[in-house]
């Protein structure tokens, strides 16, 4: 079925036309009527159409004015003119404009007709030419697509010596990628919201690959135009770029200035943040996959920094050795006196210190637990654990170990802390609360001091033994010798599992100047003597 379109400004001509032609017989359909070169402009940007049949002299645009638009526009459309005998030369100048007829004024059926089959030709021709050249234009794209494919599964079998690498050099070789220079470089990228630092779907999924391939286009562009090295893509999500040039700082330089045009550029055309890591140098490719490895040890670092990353690790000094316990000493010290500043400066403090130190997920965890537990032993130096805490202890411990990011961790944590520093700070509002918390964190320093006893801690507090007996026993449901004689025991049960020392060793680091009076109280208390206890929990 062929559309065509009548443009003319004397109704009797339009419905002489109309009426006169048996369009259905001819394969056609008039899709329209209109009286002015506007009208029909308007008429094509929203109707297909495959023929025009104009006049030439119409008010608001002519029939010049309209085979204008439809040759810059509508390049398909086939252009027919009416003309009068008297504008004939001057419908002559419309062949720049690619118009394939002109008829005189008046017009036949029969030469309508006749006018019309030899448009349908044009047009069939013209459709033609139209699906050869997409069909052309997709067997190029494809092409183009599956080169890049297998140059990419190519390099990446080399980058990750997944194959022979003499193998994948040769498959190069055949692609005209030959690999001889001086030093070389890996750079991975990989797009934040389809990281591991985001929930991903299913939708999500399929998603990133699109955007890798946007990404993948951007990388391609800039590398070649910069010619500092190749493009590949690895996996579904992920480009990388084989840098290949000098070991110079201008290089490097270079490298840098390419990655965060690449960064830049994604954000502007699909407005995704991509973070990426930047490999050490190497001389051969039989190393790339060290400085692969690094370049993505890298882009590991986004769960302590964050995304929109740029990183490269011939710069940075990571996994530095890293000790929280002054801070968690400042901390403790904040939280047994109600110094609200002084806990948050701590936290402050052990953030920055861990972030710093550049340490993967893992170690940060294990920094992030010991600060859980630091706040914890302040709160049963006042309370004796029960189940329930030691539940939402446990549970934190593991939201921490789940969350994608250090940010969300680390604000649990800080969230744990000062729950607890509310909980100590309401159990030290009374003064009997205050002294029985000072005596608990005396006897867990003082503990290993034989000569401890009840008359030095009432010493130490400046209050009557009788008075600092009854509270102490109102407030911790123990008696000043029961909870010295259970401290020791907890702290001699501690070395008994993890150390080789003698029982008479132990006894003196809990505080029993009598190896012997050790061994009674402590099967008392556990009922197992010191080597049977060590012998059953040493296994």
């Not at 010049?64 to 252009?79: A, K, Q, R, T």
């Not at 590991?300 to 929109?308: A, D, Q, T």
């Not at 000569?451 to 102490?472: A, P, Q, R, V």
């Not at 809990?510 to 012998?535: C, L, N, Q, W």
Request: aromatic share 8%.
């Amino acid at each position: 079925m062929y559309h065509i379109l009548l443009v003319d400004d004397e109704i009797l001509v339009r419905d002489a036309i109309r009426e006169n032609i048996d369009w259905k017989g001819m394969d056609c359909e008039l899709v329209g009527d209109c009286e002015n070169g506007q009208q029909a402009a308007e008429f094509v940007k929203n109707h297909h159409v495959d023929i025009v049949l104009t006049d030439i002299c119409m008010p608001y645009m002519d029939g010049m004015e309209l085979s204008h638009f439809l040759h810059d526009n509508y390049p398909d459309i086939v252009i027919v003119i009416f003309s009068g005998f008297g504008e004939f030369e001057y419908a002559k100048k419309a062949i720049q404009y690619n118009v394939s007829e002109y008829m005189l004024k008046p017009i036949t059926a029969m030469e309508l007709r006749g006018v019309i089959e030899k448009m349908k030709e044009k047009v069939d021709q013209r459709r033609k030419e139209k699906k050869k050249l997409e069909t052309l234009t997709r067997t190029s794209q494809d092409y183009r697509k599956n080169a890049h494919i297998i140059r990419s599964k190519a390099i990446e079998a080399l980058v990750s010596c997944t194959r022979d690498i003499q193998e994948s050099l040769d498959q190069l070789g055949e692609m005209g990628i030959v690999l001889d220079a001086p030093s070389y470089r890996v750079a991975v990228f990989d797009m934040d919201l389809y990281s591991d630092i985001y929930q991903v779907d299913v939708e999500k999924r399929q998603e990133s690959a699109l955007m890798a391939f946007v990404l993948f286009n951007v990388t391609n562009e800039i590398v070649t135009r910069e010619n500092a090295g190749i493009a590949y893509q690895e996996g579904n999500n992920r480009v990388c770029i084989l840098f290949m040039g000098n070991h110079s700082r201008d290089f490097s330089d270079k490298i840098m200035n390419i990655c965060r045009e690449i960064q830049q550029k994604v954000r502007e055309v699909i407005g995704i943040e991509v973070s990426a890591g930047i490999g050490g140098w190497v001389k051969s490719p039989t190393e790339l996959l060290h400085s692969h490895n690094l370049a993505e040890k890298a882009i590991r670092y986004r769960y302590l920094l964050g995304g929109n990353l740029l990183i490269d690790m011939e710069e940075k000094r990571t996994d530095r050795r890293i000790s929280l316990e002054d801070s968690l000493n400042s901390l403790t010290t904040a939280l047994k006196t109600g110094n609200r500043e002084g806990m948050n400066l701590a936290l402050a403090r052990m953030e920055k210190d861990i972030k710093d130190a550049m340490v993967e997920k893992t170690q940060a965890c294990v920094c992030l637990q010991q600060i859980v537990r630091a706040a914890e032993s302040c709160r049963e130096s006042i309370s004796s654990e029960n189940e329930e805490r030691a539940d939402k202890r446990d549970d934190l411990i593991r939201q921490i170990t789940e969350q994608k990011v250090f940010q969300r961790a680390i604000a649990l944590v800080k969230e744990y802390v000062g729950e607890v520093f509310d909980e100590l700070s309401q159990m030290n509002s009374s003064s009997g609360q205050r002294q029985a918390a000072l005596a608990i964190d005396y006897i867990q320093n003082n503990y290993m001091d034989p000569d401890l006893s009840l008359n030095g801690i009432c010493s130490y507090l400046n209050i009557s033994t009788s008075y600092f007996s009854t509270i102490f026993k109102e407030m911790t449901g123990e008696t000043f010798i029961e909870a010295l004689s259970r401290t020791r025991m907890e702290k001699a049960k501690e070395l008994l599992e993890n150390t080789t020392l003698k029982n008479y060793e132990i006894a003196e680091k809990v505080g029993f100047s009598d190896p012997h009076y050790f061994g009674i109280s402590f099967k008392k208390m556990t009922g197992k003597t010191p080597t049977e206890y060590a012998r059953e929990k040493r296994k």
